[in-house]
């Protein structure tokens, strides 16, 4: 009898967390059936297992920068400079293993150092002043991209190192690499937002920063530590990038923090902070890749395509409004 009841416990430990999930994001789960139902309909390649495979390895570069995107939103913050940096990092380590014989280990360690130094100078820029964060990573946007093509002097670099190519061309079994990068990095943010000291701060910084102050969070450093994680995310990104192109490309990552913002605010974040999920933000970027993957196939034009995901962020933050306001509306009743 008690090994039947100890069971049913750790059936119910297991399964109350999913259901939880699942509660939490049945509207963007239900969004991205409906999408996919569509697609199918239009096109027939869609639902096959390569395809399926395909959108989830394209996904990996965005879900980065997404991940990294959360922990910068849910303080309330912005980063806008993720873009160049995937650019800056896979073109460093092309340009260091090109042209000063560095080895793949060497040149990757050197790009994390230098993305952790971009991240420490958007935190610091942003805590030591009021400029806005939008304000602050918009200039490193450009400063970076700008980096990123002189050190390329605007062309693609060409890797011939096949260990560093791997990195983002090997696969295990029929799953890319990339896949189980992108679900390692999703479990370690995981990790770190929901089960360390690090994770509630950033939780308690977003929801109220006075009242973190006064409860003796040091703003200032968390702030900081979360800049320089979105920008050693995006680092990875461009080196996972960079590896699967066998290239360093300066015009990569145009516009890529705009779908990490998409994939963020459709996981069910809010833009002033303190609400949102990493398991949220996976789903944001799952369709965000199946409009993409959708619309190619579909033989829409790029244009069109622009439009649609520009529809789609904007549908995502009427609904944080929408979600906000019905919040307030709630608080005011109850009193």
């Known amino acids: 009898m008690n090994q039947k009841i100890s069971e049913s416990v750790k059936t119910n430990a297991v399964f109350v967390p999913v259901k939880d999930y699942l509660k939490r994001n049945i509207g963007i789960i239900v969004g991205l059936a409906v999408i996919m139902a569509i697609t199918s309909t239009m096109s027939d390649n869609f639902l096959t297992g390569s395809n399926l495979l395909n959108i989830l390895r394209q996904i990996s570069t965005n879900a980065f920068l997404a991940f990294g995107m959360t922990f910068v939103i849910l303080i309330g913050g912005i980063d806008l400079s993720v873009g160049p940096v995937v650019a800056f990092s896979g073109v460093f380590v092309a340009y ?64 011939t190192n096949e260990q560093f190519c791997k990195i983002g061309t090997s696969y295990l079994g029929p799953i890319a690499y990339p896949i189980f990068y992108m679900l390692i990095v999703m479990i370690i943010c995981y990790i770190l937002l929901n089960k360390t000291k690090f994770g509630r701060r950033i939780y308690a910084l977003g929801g109220n920063r006075m009242a973190a102050k006064f409860a003796g969070i040091r703003v200032s450093r968390v702030e900081i530590m979360v800049y320089i994680l979105s920008a050693v995310l995006a680092g990875l990104a461009g080196i996972v990038l960079g590896a699967r192109l066998s290239a360093g490309v300066p015009a990569t990552g145009e516009g890529y923090e705009c779908d990490a913002i998409a994939a963020v605010v459709l996981g069910g974040a809010s833009f002033a902070g303190g609400v949102g999920t990493i398991g949220g933000t996976l789903i944001g970027a799952i369709i965000i890749g199946v409009l993409n993957n959708g619309l190619n196939m579909l033989n829409v034009a790029s244009f069109w395509q ?9 549908a995502a933050v009427l609904l944080d409004y929408m979600r906000k306001n019905n919040s307030l509306k709630k608080r005011l009743r109850s009193r």
């Open 96 to 159: 260091s293993m090109a042209n000063w014989g560095w080895s793949a280990a060497t040149a990757v360690l050197a790009a994390m150092i230098l993305c952790i130094l971009i991240g420490a100078f958007n935190g610091t820029i942003v805590t030591a002043t009021n400029i806005a964060p939008f304000v602050v990573t918009l200039s490193t946007q450009t400063i970076i991209r700008g980096a990123a093509m002189l050190l390329g002097n605007g062309c693609p670099i060409r890797v």
């Open 306 to 314: 622009y439009v649609a995901k520009g529809i789609v962020i904007l």
